[in-house]
């Protein structure tokens, strides 16, 4: 099955900074690289994702960049504000529809 | 337009007791998933379902648990004779499919907690 790892595991960086977590996976026949933000009690919520014939995606002040060949993706987040500390998991997909879920990242950002 | 509903938020059961969790989808999704996250973890893939037909199960431990997703109605997983290594939060997600099938978006979860 997919063996999927994410890094690092705690993030803490100061407000306007930037924020980068990594992924990385097994399963050369994934295709579909999403990332989800869960804050406490709250279900995952879908904030990016990226299928493998596009390199990179960009949505305000997040972006994933994804690489094939090395088999791992990255969640890029600018200027970022107290209102992004959450945890964050990538989740890549294959041709079954099932999402393989990292151990997540808990993001704090310090006003 | 309503997001992904779950009911109940939080379930208490006693051991050996029957936990009923339901889930209806975002209007115009077909697809349905449920994922377990236990504490301090990542969702862990359960089952995946359309309409009257269970697609790939093989997340779902081989007794005890059980999906559906009627015609009518919402989808249900059950979990029988509950034991405490049950307690964790069940959250059920749904996709449009046909091309938009991976992306799935989750609910609000139930959090079964076993006495």
């Known amino acids: 099955g997919e063996n999927v790892e994410q890094h690092p595991s705690t993030l803490s960086v100061q407000e306007g900074d930037s924020a980068v977590i990594k992924c990385t996976y097994s399963?050369?026949?994934?295709?579909?690289f999403p990332w989800y933000k869960q804050e406490l009690g709250k279900g995952p919520q879908l904030i990016i994702d990226?299928?493998?014939?596009?390199g990179e995606k960009k949505d305000q002040r997040i972006a994933v960049t994804l690489n094939k060949t090395a088999k791992h993706f990255s969640l890029h987040i600018t200027e970022t504000q107290p209102e992004d500390s959450a945890v964050y998991f990538c989740?890549?997909?294959?041709?079954?529809?099932?999402?393989?879920f990292g151990k997540g990242t808990l993001l704090t950002v310090n006003p | 337009n309503a997001g992904v509903m779950q009911n109940p938020r939080h379930l208490v059961r006693r051991r050996g007791q029957e936990a009923r969790l339901r889930c209806s989808p975002m209007?115009?999704?077909?697809?349905v998933y449920w994922y377990r996250q236990l504490p301090e973890e990542g969702l862990k893939f359960m089952v995946y379902?359309?309409?009257?037909?269970?697609?790939?199960e093989s997340g779902m431990p081989k007794e005890r648990f059980s999906a559906e997703f009627p015609k009518e109605g919402p989808s249900i997983l059950r979990i029988q004779q509950v034991v405490r290594g049950d307690s964790a939060a069940y959250f059920c997600?749904?996709?449009?499919?046909?091309?938009?099938?991976?992306?799935?978006?989750f609910g609000p979860g139930t959090r079964l907690t076993v006495t």
């Open positions: 997600a749904s996709s449009p499919g046909q091309g938009g099938a991976y992306e799935q978006y």
């Open positions: 399963d050369s026949a994934s295709n579909y």
């Open positions: 990226i299928r493998s014939n596009v």
């Open positions: 989740a890549p997909g294959g041709s079954n529809y099932k999402l393989t």
């Open positions: 209007k115009g999704h077909s697809h």
């Open positions: 379902l359309q309409k009257e037909n269970i697609i790939d």
